[in-house]
C-alpha cells in the first residue's frame, strides 16, 4: 500500500470528527478565496516594522479585490485573476514585475490558471515580454487548443491575442539584481539568496459552487539552462477540481513536482468524500446531497502531503479550498506571505508561522 492510501485510510478513521453531518457541497451565495505571496525562512527579528506593513498592505489589497470579485457574484477565475494581477504588478513579490534574475541576468516568468468545473487549464513558461503572465495562462485556457505554452511561441500567441507587452526593464529591480551577485560572487545557493519561494497564487470558490486556482512566479534566482519549477505545472503547483479543492503552491518546485502536491491534495479529498458517502451512507445522503469536507480534513490531508514534500527534502506551503467553502494554508517553513476571505466574515492575512 502507498503512503498516498495509507495516509487517506487514517484520515477516514478521523471521519466521524472530521466530517459534518450530511450537507450539500455550498450554501447558497457562499463564497471562498485564499491567497499567498510565498513561503520561506521569514522570522520578525529580520523584518522591520515598515516592511511588515508594507506586504500586509499588499496582501490585503489583492485579498481584497479576490473577494470583491466573489462578493459581487462574479466567477471564482475572475477572483483568481484580480488578485495575482496585483501582486505581479507589485515588486515586493516574485512575479511579474519584481521577479528574480536567471544566471544570465533575465526574467523569465511562469503562470498557470485551471477552472474546476471542467478542469480546463492554461500554463506559459519562459516567458519574459509579456507584462501579466496569469493573462497570458488565461488566454491558453480559453483557447482551449493547448494546455501548455513555453518561450517565443507563448509571447508569439500573447502578441495575436494582443495581451500586453512591456521592455524587459519591467520586471527588473534592484535587490533583485543584487541578489543574483551576491549569489555569484558568494557561491551560494538560490535559498541562501532568496530567502524564501517566491511565488503568488489565489484559490477561490464562487457563489455558483465553482472553484479555481492560478499560481505565477518568477522562479528561482540564478535559475539556469531553462529550469522550470512547479508553479506552472498542472498538477505540481496548480489544481483546481469541483469535486475537491482548488489549490496553489510555493516552494522548492522539483519536490513538488516530485509529489504532485496539488493533484495529491486534491485526488486525496476526492477519496476521502467518496469513501466517506459509501461507508457511512452506502452511497446516499440525506436530500441526495454531499459530505462536507470540514476545514479540520482538509488540512490534515494538505498537511500529510507537506509531510511527504518535507520528508523528500523540500519545503514550502500551499494554500487550498474546498466545496465547502474550507479555506486553509499548510506550509513546514518558518513563514508563508498569506490571506483568506470568505461570505462567512472571515478577512485575515497573516506572514509567520506563529500568526
Same mark, same amino acid.
Given at each position: 500500500?502507498? +503512503?498516498?492510501?495509507?495516509?487517506?485510510?487514517?484520515?477516514?478513521?478521523?471521519?466521524?470528527?472530521?466530517?459534518?453531518?450530511?450537507?450539500?457541497?455550498?450554501?447558497?451565495?457562499?463564497? =471562498?478565496?485564499?491567497?499567498?505571496?510565498?513561503?520561506?525562512?521569514?522570522? *520578525?527579528?529580520?523584518?522591520?516594522?515598515?516592511?511588515?506593513?508594507?506586504?500586509?498592505?499588499?496582501?490585503?489589497?489583492?485579498?481584497?479585490?479576490?473577494?470583491?470579485?466573489?462578493?459581487?457574484?462574479?466567477?471564482?477565475?475572475?477572483?483568481?485573476?484580480?488578485?495575482?494581477?496585483?501582486? !505581479?504588478?507589485?515588486?515586493?513579490?516574485?512575479?511579474?514585475?519584481?521577479?528574480?534574475?536567471?544566471?544570465?541576468?533575465?526574467?523569465?516568468?511562469?503562470?498557470?490558471?485551471?477552472?474546476?468545473?471542467?478542469?480546463?487549464?492554461?500554463?506559459?513558461?519562459?516567458?519574459?515580454?509579456?507584462?501579466?503572465?496569469?493573462?497570458?495562462?488565461?488566454?491558453?485556457? *480559453?483557447?482551449?487548443?493547448?494546455?501548455?505554452?513555453?518561450?517565443?511561441?507563448?509571447?508569439?500567441?500573447?502578441?495575436?491575442?494582443?495581451?500586453?507587452?512591456?521592455?524587459?526593464?519591467?520586471?527588473?529591480?534592484?535587490?533583485?539584481?543584487? %541578489?543574483?551577485?551576491?549569489?555569484?560572487?558568494?557561491?551560494?545557493?538560490?535559498?541562501?539568496?532568496?530567502?524564501?519561494?517566491?511565488?503568488?497564487?489565489?484559490?477561490?470558490?464562487?457563489? %455558483?459552487?465553482?472553484?479555481?486556482?492560478?499560481? =505565477?512566479?518568477?522562479?528561482?534566482?540564478?535559475?539556469?539552462?531553462?529550469?522550470?519549477?512547479?508553479?506552472?505545472?498542472?498538477?505540481?503547483?496548480?489544481?483546481?477540481?469541483?469535486?475537491?479543492?482548488?489549490?496553489?503552491?510555493?516552494?522548492?518546485?522539483?519536490?513538488?513536482? +516530485?509529489?504532485?502536491?496539488?493533484?495529491?491534495?486534491?485526488?486525496?479529498?476526492?477519496?476521502?468524500?467518496?469513501?466517506?458517502?459509501?461507508?457511512?451512507?452506502?452511497?446516499? =445522503?440525506?436530500?441526495?446531497?454531499?459530505?462536507?469536507?470540514?476545514?479540520?480534513?482538509? !488540512?490534515?490531508?494538505?498537511?500529510?502531503?507537506?509531510?511527504?514534500?518535507? !520528508?523528500?527534502?523540500?519545503?514550502?506551503?500551499?494554500?487550498?479550498?474546498?466545496?465547502?467553502?474550507?479555506?486553509?494554508? =499548510?506550509?513546514?517553513?518558518?513563514?508563508?506571505? *498569506?490571506? *483568506?476571505?470568505?461570505?462567512?466574515?472571515?478577512?485575515?492575512?497573516?506572514?509567520?508561522?506563529?500568526?
Amino acid at each position: 500500500m502507498t +503512503r498516498s492510501f495509507i495516509a487517506v485510510a487514517l484520515g477516514l478513521l478521523a471521519l466521524p470528527t472530521l466530517l459534518a453531518t450530511p450537507a450539500t457541497a455550498h450554501e447558497a451565495e457562499a463564497w =471562498s478565496f485564499a491567497i499567498h505571496g510565498g513561503a520561506g525562512t521569514l522570522s *520578525r527579528e529580520n523584518m522591520t516594522p515598515e516592511r511588515e506593513a508594507e506586504y500586509e498592505a499588499a496582501l490585503q489589497g489583492a485579498l481584497d479585490a479576490g473577494a470583491a470579485v466573489l462578493r459581487d457574484g462574479g466567477t471564482a477565475m475572475d477572483a483568481v485573476e484580480a488578485a495575482i494581477l496585483l501582486m !505581479e504588478d507589485d515588486p515586493k513579490f516574485n512575479a511579474g514585475r519584481g521577479a528574480v534574475f536567471t544566471w544570465e541576468g533575465a526574467n523569465e516568468l511562469d503562470a498557470a490558471v485551471m477552472d474546476g468545473r471542467d478542469r480546463t487549464a492554461g500554463a506559459v513558461t519562459g516567458i519574459t515580454a509579456v507584462k501579466n503572465p496569469i493573462l497570458l495562462a488565461r488566454a491558453v485556457m *480559453r483557447d482551449g487548443r493547448h494546455v501548455f505554452l513555453s518561450g517565443a511561441g507563448a509571447e508569439e500567441f500573447a502578441r495575436e491575442r494582443e495581451i500586453e507587452t512591456v521592455a524587459p526593464e519591467w520586471f527588473q529591480t534592484a535587490p533583485r539584481r543584487e %541578489a543574483l551577485e551576491r549569489m555569484k560572487a558568494d557561491q551560494l545557493s538560490a535559498y541562501d539568496v532568496d530567502h524564501k519561494f517566491g511565488t503568488v497564487g489565489a484559490v477561490a470558490l464562487d457563489q %455558483a459552487g465553482n472553484l479555481a486556482a492560478g499560481t =505565477s512566479t518568477g522562479g528561482m534566482t540564478g535559475k539556469r539552462w531553462g529550469r522550470i519549477g512547479d508553479a506552472p505545472i498542472i498538477g505540481a503547483g496548480t489544481y483546481a477540481d469541483n469535486r475537491s479543492c482548488a489549490v496553489s503552491a510555493t516552494g522548492a518546485g522539483e519536490y513538488f513536482i +516530485r509529489v504532485g502536491v496539488a493533484q495529491e491534495i486534491c485526488t486525496r479529498l476526492r477519496l476521502a468524500g467518496d469513501t466517506a458517502l459509501e461507508e457511512f451512507d452506502n452511497g446516499q =445522503s440525506e436530500g441526495g446531497g454531499e459530505i462536507t469536507l470540514t476545514d479540520a480534513l482538509v !488540512e490534515n490531508v494538505a498537511d500529510a502531503v507537506m509531510a511527504e514534500v518535507k !520528508e523528500l527534502g523540500g519545503d514550502g506551503g500551499v494554500i487550498v479550498v474546498a466545496p465547502s467553502g474550507a479555506a486553509v494554508f =499548510s506550509f513546514n517553513t518558518s513563514g508563508m506571505y *498569506r490571506g *483568506r476571505a470568505t461570505s462567512k466574515g472571515v478577512n485575515e492575512i497573516a506572514i509567520f508561522a506563529e500568526d
